[in-house]
Every structure is written in structure tokens, then in C-alpha cells.
């Protein structure tokens, strides 16, 4: 029989002791945490101006590793949404606006001056910095945002820290997992485990359709 304890959630951070479950299994659900959650992420950049010191790609990358805050309701993944654009639509990307310009000193650039049009997803930390801007310099670009498993790349792993340890007890486990902040910690778990029940579904009925 298997038996769950939840020994702390903090919203960004659960620890769950597990027992009656197989090591395998146990570990299998903190993958998933890692890779197969989805979260969102900026993929796309399109750059109208830039004179800062920091190049094309390399702001775009920054941009791309802003946690933002997820909802798995209301946004499909680019592979699942029904409206076959390759350049997405509503329910599978949102745009974000920046648009900054150095002042009299030396100005620095922040994920809270990236403007959303779903307030909603957004930022995760609006404290996050981005470039430096001097005197005359300016960034005004149009990013956006959608859905991504970790196993594509670390910009949408929904968790920061994901550790399976033995527990107190003989054959007990506790898995601790703590968000980037997208997400809720629980909502990874058990999101996770949604998607590897799944998997095996689908695994059985391969096996069975091939007998």
C-alpha cells in the first residue's frame, strides 16, 4: 500500500516522504518534474532597436532564462494547439513589449519593464536584471512566450531543485522539489505524475495493440 506524508509545502518548495512505492518509480516522477512539465519560457525575440552594449542574441537568451508565471489551463503546448500556426495564436504564445531608453545616468533594464499582454503570465521576479543602458542608448523589442518541456531546454524546467533521498523509515523515500516559481511545487508533483500514468497507459496499450 502506498503511503504519502507531506512533510513541508511552502508553495515553492514540497517535500513528500513516500512509502510502498519502488525506487524506480519514485524516481521516475522527479524526472518528470524536471523534464516533462511544462512551463512557460521566452523562445522568440524580434529586436526593433538595440544600441546596448549587449548583443542580439546574447539579450535574447537572458530573456529566455526569466522564469514566468505558468497556466497549463488556459495555454497549449505549440505541438497540441489546434490552431496549426507555426507562428502560434492566443492560446499558445503570449507577447510581451519592451521598450527602454538610457536616461541622464546610467539605467538599468529589468524584467518588471517587460510589458505582457496577459497579466496573468508574466515575470516571475520583476526584479531581475536584463542590460545596462548609458545616455542615449535604447532597447525596444517584442518577445514571445509559450510552452516548453525541460528535455528541450533548461529555460522550461519548472523547477529549480528536484532530489529523491531515503528516508527515516526502511524503504521510505522523500522527494523534494522546489520551484522556479512558475508553478506550485505540489502542482509539479502532481502534474508529474499525471504525465508518467500516461506514458505507461500509452506503453501498455502499444504492448497490447502488438500482441
Not at 72 to 91: I, V
Not at 104 to 132: A, M, N, Q, W
Not at 178 to 185: R, T, V, Y
Request: hydrophobic share 40%.
Amino acid at each position: 500500500m502506498v503511503e504519502v506524508k507531506v512533510l513541508q509545502d511552502s508553495g515553492n518548495t514540497v517535500s513528500l516522504q513516500l512509502e510502498g512505492i519502488d525506487r524506480s518509480y519514485a524516481n521516475a516522477v522527479r524526472r518528470f518534474c524536471i523534464a516533462e512539465v511544462p512551463s512557460m519560457a521566452i523562445d522568440d525575440v524580434v529586436f526593433l532597436e538595440n544600441s546596448s552594449v549587449l548583443y542580439d542574441e546574447i539579450l535574447a537568451h537572458r530573456l529566455g532564462m526569466v522564469p514566468i508565471k505558468t497556466d497549463l489551463e488556459r495555454y497549449n503546448l505549440p505541438d497540441e494547439c489546434d490552431c496549426g500556426n507555426p507562428l502560434g495564436c492566443h492560446k499558445c504564445r503570449v507577447l510581451f513589449v519592451l521598450d527602454a531608453k538610457g536616461k541622464d545616468k546610467v539605467t538599468t533594464v529589468t524584467s518588471g519593464d517587460l510589458v505582457s499582454e496577459d497579466r496573468e503570465i508574466r515575470p516571475v521576479s520583476e526584479s531581475i536584471p536584463l542590460v545596462k543602458l548609458a545616455t542615449g542608448q535604447s532597447v525596444k523589442l517584442e518577445a514571445y512566450a509559450r510552452l516548453g518541456r525541460g528535455k528541450e531546454h533548461a529555460k522550461w524546467q519548472p523547477c529549480t531543485v528536484a532530489t529523491l533521498t531515503d528516508g527515516k523509515k526502511e524503504g521510505a523515500f522523500v522527494l523534494t522539489v522546489e520551484s522556479a516559481g512558475g508553478l506550485p511545487a505540489k502542482q509539479i508533483v502532481l502534474r508529474a505524475i499525471d504525465l508518467l500514468e500516461k506514458k505507461l497507459k500509452d506503453i501498455q496499450a502499444a504492448v497490447e495493440g502488438a500482441a
